[in-house]
Nanobody, 114 residues
């Protein structure tokens, strides 16, 4: 049974930081491209950052310089460090695992507000 479990979301003030974690089980983690997506109310889900099995990372333009995606294959985990958060970063953040198949976590809420 495949599970992706996100954690680390919450309420943060503008300019603050959060570190999201995603723990994967039931997949050959090291083979998967791992990504973080987000969906704000009334908007489509969008890619935030992705890291390949080889460790190459890419970011949506709005998060470049403010976020870092990383992975720990030994722990089957992927992380998203977000800094200088803005109210427009408010969304549900989802972990994604993609290789032959595509898997999603249940999401974690990030709210940026004073």
């Amino acid at each position: 049974q495949v599970q992706l479990v996100e954690s680390g979301g919450g309420l943060v003030q503008p300019g603050g930081s959060l570190r999201l974690s995603c723990a994967a089980s039931g997949i050959a983690f090291s083979m998967y491209t791992m990504g973080w997506y987000r969906q704000a109310p009334g908007k489509q889900r969008e890619l935030v950052a992705v890291i390949t099995s080889g460790g190459s990372a890419n970011y949506v333009d709005s998060m470049k310089g403010r976020s870092t995606i990383s992975r720990d294959n030994a722990k089957s985990a992927v992380y998203l460090q977000m800094n200088s958060l803005m109210p427009e970063d408010t969304a549900v953040y989802y972990c994604n695992a993609n290789w032959v198949l595509d898997f999603w976590g249940q999401g974690t809420q990030v709210t940026v507000s004073s």
